[in-house]
């Protein structure tokens, strides 16, 4: 029996030579058929998730056909958008994960959502776009890691400065020695916390609004008073939820960071976290102000450190004869010379990607790996929270990137993976 284009992505089988579409799937004009649509289903859809959606409804591969959020306003704007009706949403995720109509799921959740989500849907059958950081610990992101590869899923992170030309210029130039041998790389994310909403992460306990579902929405995270000022775009401040820029901003640079320095299979053997301060009595508790520095085992130093000054927020990558500061289209050399470079026919090409989420549609019907593979995104994640546990312990720290253990230290292994609150369980 001749295989659909369903069953050939739910066998999951990944490819070492490109997938040559039949015309008959593609339709006319090579415009890709009505039945032959990625047929994908959004999972929360506020900011980010709603931004994520526009950009693969743009992609006429692609067919939104849920939308789940704890949010009804967030939800409802969705399904407008997606031309879909209330049948199609829902507030729990469970209600659409193990439906055979789905292809695909985009994950915009809060970040102590993101595990739960991708392991149910890996082991649905379901390929995933993910946002970053992949998961709220190292443990988790490396159970994630291993049933996404188990269930031979695609999966997109959504670190998207792969898909970033100059972010792959600079990381091409590094591995191939422009700037001589690496020794440092400088990660400068924010150093003040930008809430939204104006709130001081002091305000009384609320009655949760009509159509918000606070249960669902604090899911695996301990019990807690709803206050406006917790939820949304704020949970980013707060250690139940995420710690703070090390990861919101974190996982993208250090995310570079590890592509230049050909480290996506490993990590750091040493970290120790200075200068660390946290709000005192708000609910806004996670390290705000830092300095954290790694040493890797090829002897590279990677410092990540919160800064008010812009210029400094990004990848810097430093070398024995230059430097290259890299974030976004922002590109600069020492030398600067070193910018009309270009690569010799015997230097090492690095993953091409012009648009992050159409490299995943892409990757869902060749089934070949992602500009933001899983691997690498559990790798970049991990060093982030391997900060966040120095700064919550106050001390170095050391760490066998192979075994994903700290050596000798019991204290520091007791956080390498989240505790969840209540019933729910990683499986």
Not at 104 to 122: E, L
Not at 149 to 156: A, D, G, I, P
Not at 176 to 205: A, C, M, R, S, W
Not at 370 to 397: F, P, Q, W
């Amino acid at each position: 029996m001749k295989n659909t284009r369903r069953q050939f992505l739910q066998k999951g089988t990944f490819l070492s030579a490109p997938l040559i579409i039949n015309s008959s799937v593609l339709g006319r004009g090579n415009a890709t058929a009505a039945n032959s649509k990625v047929q994908l289903a959004c999972i929360g859809v506020g900011g980010q998730g709603a931004g994520n959606m526009n950009n693969f409804i743009q992609d006429d591969r692609v067919k939104v056909v849920a939308v789940c959020d704890v949010d009804r306003a967030h939800r409802q704007r969705a399904l407008n958008i997606a031309k879909l009706s209330d049948k199609d949403g829902c507030s729990d995720y469970r209600e659409l994960i193990n439906r055979k109509d789905i292809d695909a799921v985009m994950i915009a959740t809060p970040d102590h959502w993101h595990s739960m989500i991708t392991v149910a849907a890996a082991n649905s059958g379901k390929d995933i776009y993910c946002e970053k950081p992949l998961a709220s610990s190292i443990g988790e992101g490396r159970f994630v890691t291993k049933t996404v590869l188990e269930n031979k899923r695609v999966l997109q992170c959504g670190t998207w400065r792969r898909s970033g030309v100059h972010s792959r210029m600079a990381c091409e130039w590094v591995r191939n020695g422009y700037i001589g041998k690496l020794k440092k790389v400088d990660v400068g994310v924010p150093g003040k916390f930008h809430i939204q909403g104006g709130y001081t992460g002091n305000e009384k306990e609320q009655k949760a609004p009509d159509g918000f579902d606070y249960k669902m929405w604090a899911g695996t995270t301990p019990d807690a008073p709803y206050t406006a000022a917790r939820c949304h775009f704020n949970f980013r401040w707060i250690d139940d939820y995420a710690p703070g820029y090390v990861t919101d901003w974190g996982a993208h640079f250090i995310d570079v960071a590890h592509w230049g320095m050909d480290s996506d299979n490993g990590g750091p053997i040493e970290i120790v976290a200075n200068k660390v301060k946290r709000r005192e009595a708000t609910i806004y508790d996670a390290v705000e102000s830092f300095d954290i520095r790694y040493v890797y085992p090829d002897n590279v130093e990677l410092r990540m450190f919160s800064t008010e000054n812009t210029s400094e927020w990004g990848t810097k990558f430093i070398g024995e004869e230059g430097s290259i500061y890299v974030e976004n289209h922002k590109l600069i050399t020492d030398p600067t010379e070193l910018m009309r470079k270009k690569l010799g026919p015997n230097d090492k090409r690095l993953y091409t990607s012009k648009n992050h989420h159409r490299n995943f549609i892409d990757c869902v019907l060749s089934r070949k790996e992602t500009a933001s593979s899983v691997e690498s995104a559990h790798r970049a994640a991990s060093a982030c929270h391997l900060g966040a546990i120095a700064a919550k312990l106050n001390r170095s720290l050391r760490f066998d990137p192979k075994s994903e253990k700290f050596v000798d230290d019991n204290e520091a292994d007791a956080l390498i993976m989240r505790k969840y609150h209540g019933d729910w369980k990683l499986s």
